[in-house]
């Protein structure tokens, strides 16, 4: 799937940049263009693969050049002030070569929080395409405006994309780490899943053609619906045959026998991949009972894949999950190792998100109350006015 990317503020900038490093790797081919934006210009500066003239710098009239502070009101009028210059960057990309838009951005500072859902609702009234958020939630300790900032931002960015996919920060730091000194790491795992699952379908040249190829509609119609989603990995590593296959490392007289040896043992790791894969790490970490539509994406060496074995997968996915739209597919990759990636896409049952929202009610609370309480004032100083100025009548 060929995907136009925008990274919107630090966090965002820095996934898109390693997702650019990440195609130049694995020659995956997903990032037809990437695009960086922000209000800080030593962040754009600090970038390495996104090409200069595709950094565009906003709201310089605002806050020359130095960031928006964790102020998100501002990040998101800035947004809409400069959407112009975004915009101008946006018409250097051949859109007809692209499937979809993934804005990606930090949910808990000022600018990506405050422009990514402006940048969306924008494109969402100007192309047909779908337009699709990678969202990163804050750590917990990162401080109560990095979590008022998601809390607000999400509510917003949700509703104004295709569909969320969210990875939390807070679920993929280390024991004892600060989340700041996993960013390599946590980048790292990023690239790696969605990498995995949008590179799905892009076939190069050379490459085998997969058996049951997952392409960029079978993504779109997993995303399609909207709400959030949340991916799972599991991998494990092989040995990378010559030329014979898997079948050139056995030595036995009797083929046949070896032959359905083989094929049990790759239906049995794949199987026990996808299980791993649904119930471990997830980049969103969630109940999959209720999702709505899943995708289960195998990749690895041909000889390493098998109808059978995604097949069995998908199987039980669906009665994990509930869901009867599970859909799944290989993606051969000369690479030593096998990797499930599935993602689960219209997750309702989570917990962090709950937490988040109840966060954003009792903000709006207090600012009911606030309000409330200035209104109040208000009445009492017009009482109190009122009450003075009767005996003048
Ligand atoms: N996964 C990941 N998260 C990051 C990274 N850098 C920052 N974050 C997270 O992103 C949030 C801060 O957002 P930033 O992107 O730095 O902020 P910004 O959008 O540039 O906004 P301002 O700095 O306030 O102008 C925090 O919650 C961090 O945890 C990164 O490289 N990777």
Redesign the pocket.
């Given at each position: 799937m060929k995907l136009a990317m925008i990274g919107?503020?630090?966090?965002?900038g820095?996934?898109v940049d390693r997702f650019l490093d990440y195609d130049d790797r694995t020659g995956s081919g997903i990032v037809r263009a990437a695009i960086a934006v922000?209000?800080?210009k030593a962040?754009l500066m600090g970038l390495d693969n996104i090409p200069q003239e595709n950094r565009v710098l906003i709201g310089q009239a605002r806050v020359k050049g130095h960031?928006?502070?964790?102020?998100n009101e501002l990040?998101a009028e800035v947004a809409e002030e400069d959407i112009d210059e975004v915009q101008n960057a946006i018409d250097q990309i051949p859109t007809h070569e692209v499937d979809a838009f993934l804005i990606v951005?930090?949910?808990?500072?000022?600018?990506?929080?405050g422009g990514a859902p402006v940048l969306a609702k924008h494109l969402k009234r100007i192309y047909t395409i779908p337009v699709y958020g990678l969202g990163?939630l804050?750590?917990t300790d990162?401080g109560g405006i990095?979590t008022l900032n998601?809390a607000r931002s999400f509510q917003t960015f949700v509703r104004e994309v295709d569909n969320l996919l969210v990875?939390d920060?807070d679920s993929w730091r280390q024991t004892g780490e600060s989340?700041e000194g996993g960013?390599e790491q946590?980048?790292e795992e990023?690239v790696r899943r969605f990498g995995i699952l949008f590179g799905a379908g892009e076939v190069g040249d050379g490459q085998e053609v997969a058996e049951s190829v997952v392409d960029s509609s079978e993504i779109i119609n997993t995303l399609s619906g909207g709400g959030v989603s949340t991916v799972g990995y599991a991998s494990e590593e092989v040995e990378l045959s010559s030329g014979g296959g898997l079948l050139s490392r056995f030595t036995g007289d009797d083929g046949g026998s070896d032959d359905d040896l083989d094929a049990a043992n790759t239906t049995n790791r794949i199987t026990s991949l996808v299980r791993k894969a649904a119930l471990g790490r997830l980049t969103l970490p969630c109940e999959i009972e209720g999702t709505e539509r899943a995708l289960l994406v195998l990749s690895g060496p041909p000889e390493y894949l098998n109808r059978k074995g995604i097949e069995r997968g998908r199987k039980w996915l669906e009665e994990e999950t509930g869901s009867m739209e599970v859909r799944g597919g290989d993606f051969p990759r000369e690479e030593p190792e096998v990797a499930a990636a599935i993602l689960l896409s219209g997750v309702t049952n989570v917990p962090r998100i709950k937490r988040l929202q109840q966060v954003a009610i009792e903000a709006q609370d207090n600012i009911d109350d606030i309000q409330q309480e200035s209104e109040e004032n208000l009445e009492e100083l017009v009482e109190d006015d009122e009450d003075e100025l009767e005996p003048l009548f």
């Open positions: 919107f503020g630090q966090a965002g820095k996934i922000n209000s800080a962040d960031g928006v502070g964790a102020d990040g951005s930090g949910m808990g500072g000022g600018t990506g929080s990163v804050p750590g990162e990095y998601a990875f920060n989340v960013y946590i980048n990023i």
